[in-house]
Each structure stands twice: as structure tokens, then as C-alpha cells.
């Protein structure tokens, strides 16, 4: 596994599991992380082990968000059928999809900002794994959308839940407040196959599992939801697909919500107001 990410400052890493380096240090031609990802989606971006420096431990390093700014914000809702049921809603037979605004994007450390209880009083927090794509594509068939995604993330996605209920049309708002998305500090590239139905997702509150199931119980496999958005319209590099979550659990002031996508990575985000 590969992985693009930013220093807090902005530089760009290319990692793996011996640590990160300058992408620059691999790829002397490419400035951003987001230069990287068509090389990325296509299998040729280098290795860290022939970088012209060496790697520095994940743990010695401060992480920003691993693209400056991301493009289409898309989500899908009621993507596991056992979600569905709790919510008391009917399993949808198309993805369920919803677009958030960039100024949901914070930080992969958070914090989490609830809005004023005026606004919302039940804020739900949804681990979920999400899709980066890597480069401009339409109308892609589902067995062909390994050649235009660049990697994989989790994110930590949240709902005002009380202004959703008021009116389903309220989805967007629900969805929108400031820092209702919280990416992980790095985007993971495959570098081979990789059994993603057999993978776990979690989400966790103060350390306490609170909703887990695996990939392969979707209702829409990412590859599917990519190639049903192609269709629709024009996907580019940076577009991201937060997946579906397999539940969630109410937040408050103080609380530590933590996303976990097996094998993939985990982003942690404290909850303020």
C-alpha cells in the first residue's frame, strides 16, 4: 500500500509503511498531491523506495488534509440494509446519493463543531469509507472503475439529525453544517488486489464501538456507485464518494469520534461547540 498526504503546511508526501517522503523525492515532476493522483489511478506512481531522501516516520510528522481542496462532495445514504432498518426507511434500489458543500471539510484532527443548540440538538456521527478519484472519466462500466479511482480514505461524515426529521428535503442542510466532514490524513493507493468486501467498517465514540459491518454488506459496492454517477455526469481528479455508513451514534461536546476502515486507515476528531 501507497499513500499521498500533506504535512500541516502543505507539502506533499508520497508514504508506505516505512514511513513518508517529499513526493518530489519520487515523482521530481509532480507539485501537489493532486498532480499525483492520475498516476496514482493509472499504477505508476513511484515507490518510496526510490526516493532521493529518506522516509521519516508517520508519527514524527503533523498531517493536513491529504488534498488542499477536494472536488464533488458526493454521499450515500441507506447504503447498508441493516441502516436502513433502523432508520425505519425502505432499502433503496439506486444509491441514495447526496452532495455536501467544501466548507464541510475540516481538518483530518477536527475538531467537530456542533452547531448551537438552536439550530440542532441530535448531531450523529458516521464512519464510512470513502473513494478519491484520480482522473476525468464518463460513463465508466463498473469493471473498469479500478482505472480511475487513485485510492481510498475513511471519513468521519455527520447529520443534524432533528433537522433532517423535520423534512426529508432538508438532507442538504442536515448534512452541511461547518465540519460535517472529516477526511483522513492520508489517501490509500492499492499497489495490487485488494478484497475490499472483505474489509470492516467502524465507527467509534469515546473508544466504544458503536456500529460495524463489512464492505461486501452494501447494497452499492463503490464500483457501482462510481460508474452510476459517471453516468450522470463528468467525474475528475479530487471527486470524492463517502460510501454509506454502517450506523450512527449521537455526539456531544467532549466526545471523541473515531472512523475505522480495515486495512485501509482511521481518523480521529474531537466533538466541541
Not at 37 to 61: E, M, Q
Not at 147 to 174: H, K, S, W, Y
Not at 233 to 251: Q, V
Amino acid at each position: 500500500m501507497k499513500y499521498l498526504a500533506r504535512t500541516a503546511t502543505g507539502n506533499p508526501l508520497l508514504g508506505d509503511e516505512t514511513g513518508y517522503v517529499p513526493l518530489g523525492a519520487v515523482e521530481p515532476d509532480l507539485e501537489t498531491v493532486r498532480d499525483a493522483l492520475p498516476r496514482a489511478a493509472a499504477g505508476t506512481l513511484g515507490s518510496v523506495a526510490s526516493a532521493t531522501a529518506d522516509p521519516v516516520p508517520a508519527a514524527d510528522l503533523s498531517f493536513g488534509a491529504p488534498l488542499a481542496s477536494f472536488g464533488k462532495l458526493w454521499g450515500i445514504g441507506l447504503n447498508y440494509a441493516e441502516h436502513a432498518g433502523d432508520l425505519d426507511e425502505e432499502r433503496p434500489t439506486e444509491p441514495a446519493s447526496f452532495m455536501k458543500p467544501s466548507s464541510a471539510l475540516t481538518g483530518p484532527d477536527g475538531p467537530i463543531r456542533l452547531p448551537p443548540r438552536s439550530q440542532s440538538e441530535r448531531v450523529t456521527a458516521e464512519a464510512e469509507l470513502a473513494v478519491v478519484m484520480g482522473r476525468t472519466c464518463r460513463g465508466v462500466d463498473e469493471g473498469e472503475v479500478s482505472d480511475v479511482i487513485a485510492g481510498f480514505l475513511p471519513v468521519i461524515d455527520m447529520t443534524a439529525e432533528d433537522v433532517l426529521q423535520q423534512n426529508p428535503r432538508f438532507l442538504t442542510r442536515a448534512k452541511s453544517y461547518d465540519t460535517f466532514l472529516v477526511p483522513g490524513a492520508a489517501i490509500a493507493v492499492l499497489e495490487g488486489p485488494l478484497d475490499l468486501d472483505g474489509l470492516s467498517v467502524r465507527t467509534e465514540v469515546n473508544g466504544e464501538v458503536r456500529a460495524e459491518n463489512e464492505i461486501r454488506n452494501m447494497l452499492f459496492p463503490p464500483a457501482e456507485i462510481v460508474s452510476f454517477h459517471a453516468d450522470a455526469m463528468t467525474l475528475e481528479p479530487g471527486d470524492l464518494f463517502s460510501t454509506g455508513t454502517p450506523g450512527a451514534a449521537p455526539i456531544a461536546p467532549g466526545d471523541e469520534v473515531r472512523a475505522v476502515v480495515e486495512s485501509i486507515g482511521s481518523v480521529t476528531a474531537p466533538v466541541t461547540r
